[in-house]
């Protein structure tokens, strides 16, 4: 075949599949996954914003919140964090009459806490003078304030407001680890896995896939050595760069 014909054919094939085809392996089932992952993770703890928002902090600012305090911060220290956050303050309004520095004291656990502080101050007080203390559903809104970014927009709009079709998807370190390894996308950043994953994933499981994936990752598909021989989805998994597992 001339240089230029394979050019042309390469051109046209997905990079998401290129190399996903091992004859062991069966063709991504989305559905049946994601049936396994709801069963695979009930005996584990809930990502940390889904635990709070079921706990009963449901309100956009809130969960904008807590999505701050989780940045590079572990799930385990999220909650606590976010707890004492909350029983100081749990509206722009309460959150306005706090100043940095006593924000900084309620969240002085999490990682960052010091910028994270203004950051949610900067949040309340902007919510009470221009939006009426309260925070809408909407990326655009959230995006405007510093520190907040296209991961936390969509976890927040797809936890706090499920009642309105998802914007898009909040990708942490697990979600691109874990569709990496599965061979579903292939990219080398938590940005161009939202990409792909936004290219190719159902919109039904745009939220979803965040909720199941953060606890799997951290109990199964573990960054090194992952419990590959009873994982419930390895028939469909390709184990990209799994070079030690269990």
């Known amino acids: 075949m001339p240089p230029s014909a394979t050019t042309e054919r390469s051109r046209h094939v997905p990079r998401v599949i290129r190399g996903a085809a091992r004859a062991d392996k069966k063709p991504f089932d989305i559905p049946e996954m994601f049936r396994r992952l709801r069963t695979a993770t009930k005996p584990y703890p809930k990502a940390a914003m889904f635990e709070l928002y079921d706990e009963g902090y449901t309100s956009v600012y809130e969960i904008l919140c807590a999505c701050i305090i989780s940045i590079r911060t572990l799930e385990e220290v999220t909650l606590p964090t976010s707890r004492k956050l909350f029983a100081a303050a749990r509206t722009p309004e309460q959150g306005a009459k706090l100043t940095p520095r006593q924000i900084d004291e309620l969240i002085r656990t999490c990682t960052f806490h010091g910028p994270k502080?203004?950051?949610?101050?900067?949040?309340?007080?902007?919510?009470?003078?221009?939006?009426?203390?309260?925070?809408?559903?909407?990326?655009?809104?959230?995006?405007?304030?510093?520190?907040?970014?296209?991961?936390?927009?969509?976890?927040?709009?797809?936890?706090?407001?499920?009642?309105?079709?998802?914007?898009?998807?909040?990708?942490?370190?697990?979600?691109?680890?874990?569709?990496?390894?599965?061979?579903?996308?292939?990219?080398?950043?938590?940005?161009?896995?939202?990409?792909?994953?936004?290219?190719?994933?159902?919109?039904?499981?745009?939220?979803?896939?965040?909720?199941?994936?953060?606890?799997?990752?951290?109990?199964?598909?573990?960054?090194?050595?992952?419990?590959?021989?009873?994982?419930?989805?390895?028939?469909?998994?390709?184990?990209?760069?799994?070079?030690?597992?269990?």
């Not at 559903?137 to 995006?143: E, K, Q, R, S």
């Open 117 to 246: 502080a203004k950051t949610i101050h900067d949040i309340a007080s902007r919510a009470v003078s221009q939006l009426h203390g309260e925070i809408p559903c909407d990326f655009g809104v959230l995006t405007s304030f510093r520190g907040v970014g296209p991961k936390c927009a969509n976890l927040v709009l797809g936890i706090a407001c499920p009642d309105q079709p998802p914007h898009g998807i909040g990708v942490d370190i697990h979600v691109h680890r874990v569709t990496n390894r599965w061979g579903y996308v292939s990219a080398s950043t938590p940005e161009k896995t939202m990409t792909q994953l936004e290219e190719r994933l159902p919109h039904r499981y745009w939220t979803e896939i965040n909720k199941l994936l953060v606890p799997f990752g951290k109990f199964v598909c573990t960054g090194v050595a992952p419990k590959c021989s009873t994982c419930p989805l390895l028939s469909y998994c390709r184990q990209v760069a799994v070079t030690k597992h269990r």
